[in-house]
T-cell receptor
Framework: EDKVVQSPLSLVVHEGDTVTLNCSYEVTNFRSLLWYKQEKKAPTFLFMLTSSGIEKKSGRLSSILDKKELFSILNITATQTGDSAIYLCAVLVNRDDKIIFGKGTRLHILP | NAGVTQTPKFQVLKTGQSMTLQCAQDMNHNSMYWYRQDPGMGLRLIYYSASEGTTDKGEVPNGYNVSRLNKREFSLRLESAAPSQTSVYFC??????????????FGSGTRLTVV
C-alpha cells in the first residue's frame, strides 16, 4: 500500500528559528514529490521535486529529494509568524496521476 | 480567474439527508479528484476521474458516489449523510502538462457538518 509519512506532526518554534520538516514515502510508480502549504483554505503549491539531490529554493524555503533513501526535507530559515500553517508532503504516482498525501506537519511560529 | 470552483462553501445536513457537492474547472484538465480532510489526517482521496467518462474509487469511497458530467464538471454525492462524513471536502484537477509545474489545482473547499 502506498504511503507518505511526515514528521514531526506538530512543531512550535520562535520567530527567527530554522525548521526542518521531514517526509518519507513508500509508493509504486513514483513520479514526483510535492510540498504544499495550507493555511485556512486550500493547499497552495510550494515545490515539485523529481530528481535526487537538486535543491529547489524559493526565498526562505528550500527542499531536496533523496530517491535512494525515499525521503525529502523542507527547510524554512528565519521563520516568521506568517509561516504558521500545515505543511503537506505528497507523492504523485504514475497510475492515473494520483497524489497521495501525508498527514501534514502543523507548524506554529511564536512571535 | 481560471481555476477550480466548488459549491457550496458551507453546508449543514441532518443525518440521512442527501446532497451533491459541485466542482467545475476551466483549465481544460483531464483529471479531477475529490478529497476529504479531517483533523490530523491529511487529505484522503475519495474518488477520482482520470479522464472524461471514467471514475475510480480512492482510499475512502464508502458512502459516496461521483459523476463526471463532462470534462469540466465532477460532482460528489452523499446519498444518506452520516456524522462520520463531517469534514472539509476539496475538489482538485490536473493535467500531465500542469503537473510539471503545479501539481494539482485545488478548489477552496466545502465545509460539511452532519448533525
Amino acid at each position: 500500500e502506498d504511503k507518505v509519512v511526515q514528521s514531526p506532526l506538530s512543531l512550535v518554534v520562535h520567530e527567527g528559528d530554522t525548521v526542518t520538516l521531514n517526509c518519507s514515502y513508500e509508493v509504486t510508480n513514483f513520479r514526483s514529490l510535492l510540498w504544499y502549504k495550507q493555511e485556512k483554505k486550500a493547499p497552495t503549491f510550494l515545490f515539485m521535486l523529481t530528481s535526487s539531490g537538486i535543491e529547489k529554493k524559493s526565498g526562505r524555503l528550500s527542499s531536496i529529494l533523496d530517491k535512494k533513501e525515499l525521503f525529502s526535507i523542507l527547510n524554512i530559515t528565519a521563520t516568521q509568524t506568517g509561516d504558521s500553517a500545515i505543511y503537506l508532503c505528497a507523492v504523485l504516482v504514475n497510475r492515473d496521476d494520483k497524489i497521495i498525501f501525508g498527514k501534514g506537519t502543523r507548524l506554529h511560529i511564536l512571535p | 480567474n481560471a481555476g477550480v470552483t466548488q459549491t457550496p462553501k458551507f453546508q449543514v445536513l441532518k443525518t440521512g439527508q442527501s446532497m451533491t457537492l459541485q466542482c467545475a474547472q476551466d483549465m481544460n484538465h483531464n483529471s479531477m479528484y475529490w478529497y476529504r480532510q479531517d483533523p490530523g489526517m491529511g487529505l484522503r482521496l475519495i474518488y477520482y476521474s482520470a479522464s472524461e467518462g471514467t471514475t475510480d474509487k480512492g482510499e475512502v469511497p464508502n458512502g459516496y458516489n461521483v459523476s463526471r458530467l463532462n470534462k469540466r464538471e465532477f460532482s460528489l454525492r452523499l446519498e444518506s449523510a452520516a456524522p462520520s462524513q463531517t469534514s472539509v471536502y476539496f475538489c482538485a484537477s490536473s493535467s500531465r502538462q500542469a503537473q510539471f509545474y503545479a501539481g494539482y489545482t485545488f478548489g477552496s473547499g466545502t465545509r460539511l457538518t452532519v448533525v
